[in-house]
């Protein structure tokens, strides 16, 4: 067994790093974090504190392992559906799950950053912030650090060097260097941009606290999560360029118009969106496939470093946290035997992550278009009633990914073999009571074995 004495760094504390370091530590390694950006916990009260995500079975299920899910709940709302808001504002409550225990939860990202970096810091990580790696030598561990505040640059050398660094990765960009990965980049022609509705009087909620909300425009949509301290982080996304994008929103005047045009009851509640539009970043999304993730056994790439997917399934921080449990479960096996860790890790996860990539830019459609279509509903009736008779059989896609924790691939592929079944069933019907079961019977044993649910 190799020593649990090497040290390791970790690049990034954003959302996984910290996570990981926590797990790390408890297992008895001596870890450190790189941060680039300062001290988000000094920095102005107010930065990006409306700005949340929805967190589901993976990345909670990684948080208890952690002993940190009973903290973090406190900082969520629990979100129970879609709440569509059509063109002429009408609403419709489209609950996710079966019933009221398949939920999901928003949680402000900077209220879980912070979190983390204060569990990971108590557990005894050190997190070293302002400190940009500017480059990483495989054969020597070293890592050259750039001080973001005296604008010095230092080496240190680790044995082990993990990279958290997002979808920009530095580490990423090393091994890419050596010409050891394959990388495959796939820039959306989408960008988006982060808004906030404000609270209400005394923090209330203006909007029904317990949905994430969707305003679906066909080319593009707004969506609005729900804070605890009655803000709702939103975000438009956009086409770059043609009819309604980002290219045609130059002016104070054109983001009134477009926003009183496509999204009044939206518009109504946030009286300062065109202030927040023309003072906020647009940003960029994109998917990245890379392979190998690791190199002899001395680098790692682990979250959006690996893999970065479109946020349409919400589950990029879900996907990266659940990183975290196949890794240490690894760690748990085979200790610091990091070459054999490292090639189990990416055989176990890569297949499952491609899978997820490609369901996040499935869903883009589905929500920005095919929730306010009346036939996408009725077949989101139809697989409930299906899944009521058939609960070891007949999983809805939605549920596998967000409510259990079966492998992203396949979810992809029952997903698929249960559209087909869907579409059969569904030809022709408009009401569930007139369903075929005998017809349903015969494909789904046909098709479908029962279904493996991790606890
Ligand atoms: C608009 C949007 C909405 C999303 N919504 C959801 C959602 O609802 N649910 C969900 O599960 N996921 C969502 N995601 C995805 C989620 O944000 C990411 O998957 C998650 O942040 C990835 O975590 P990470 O730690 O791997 O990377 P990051 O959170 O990007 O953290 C990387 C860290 O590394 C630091 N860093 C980068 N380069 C260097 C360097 N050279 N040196 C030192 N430090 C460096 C960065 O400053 C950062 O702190 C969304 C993403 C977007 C863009």
């Known amino acids: 067994m190799i020593s649990k004495s090497e040290s390791i760094a970790m690049i990034g504390a954003g959302l996984v790093g910290p996570l ?104 005894g990580v050190q997190i070293n912030f302002r400190q940009r790696c500017a480059g990483f030598t495989l054969k020597t561990g070293e890592l050259d650090l750039h001080d973001q505040h005296t604008d010095e640059h230092r080496v240190v050398q680790r044995d082990v060097v993990i990279g958290c660094d997002g979808s920009a990765s530095s580490i990423r960009n090393e091994i890419l260097d050596l010409n050891r990965m394959d990388v495959s980049q796939e820039l959306l022609d989408y960008g988006y941009k982060e808004l906030t509705i404000s609270a209400g009087p005394g923090g209330s909620h203006t909007l029904d606290a317990h949905a994430l909300h969707i305003w679906p425009r066909g080319n593009h949509m707004l969506i609005a999560l729900p804070n605890v301290d009655g803000t709702f982080g939103c975000i438009l996304f956009l086409p770059f360029e043609g009819r309604d994008s980002f290219a045609h929103l130059a002016t104070r005047a054109d983001v009134t118009a477009f926003f009183s045009s496509r999204f009044p009851g939206a518009a109504a509640v946030m009286p300062q969106f065109a202030d927040n539009f023309l003072a906020n970043p647009t940003g960029s999304m994109v998917t990245i496939k890379c392979s190998p993730w690791h190199a002899e056994g001395r680098a790692l790439l682990l979250g959006d470093a690996a893999h970065a997917i479109v946020p349409f399934f919400g589950q990029g921080i879900n996907c990266g946290f659940e990183d975290c449990t196949v890794l240490l479960g690894l760690v748990d096996r085979h200790g610091a035997d990091w070459e054999r860790t490292f090639t189990e890790f990416e055989k176990a996860r890569k297949i499952n992550t491609d899978a997820i990539a490609d369901l996040a830019l499935e869903n883009f459609v589905e929500m920005r278009d095919r929730v306010s279509d009346p036939r996408f509903l009725f077949r989101k009736k139809v697989e409930l009633a299906l899944e009521a008779r058939y609960p070891q059989l007949f999983v809805p896609k939605y549920a596998m990914v967000t409510f259990h924790r079966v492998p992203y691939a396949t979810a992809l592929h029952r997903g698929q073999l249960q559209d087909r079944i869907l579409t059969q069933l569904c030809d022709g019907i408009d009401r569930v009571d007139d369903l075929d079961w005998s017809k349903a019977d015969r494909l789904i044993r046909g098709e479908l074995t029962p279904l493996e649910i991790p606890s």
């Open 20 to 123: 990981l370091a926590i797990g790390l530590v408890k297992r008895g390694f001596n870890v450190e974090i790189y941060e680039r950006r300062p001290d988000m916990r000094r920095a102005s009260a107010s930065a990006g504190r409306s700005i949340n995500l929805a967190l589901s079975a993976r990345g909670i299920h990684a948080l208890r392992e952690a002993g940190l899910w009973d903290e973090m709940r406190r900082i969520t709302v629990v979100m129970k559906g879609r709440m569509i808001h059509s063109a002429s504002e009408e609403l419709t409550f489209q609950p996710y799950g079966k019933d009221d225990s398949e939920i999901i939860y928003a949680i402000s990202r900077a209220g879980l950053n912070v979190a983390l970096i204060n569990a990971a810091e108590a557990r």
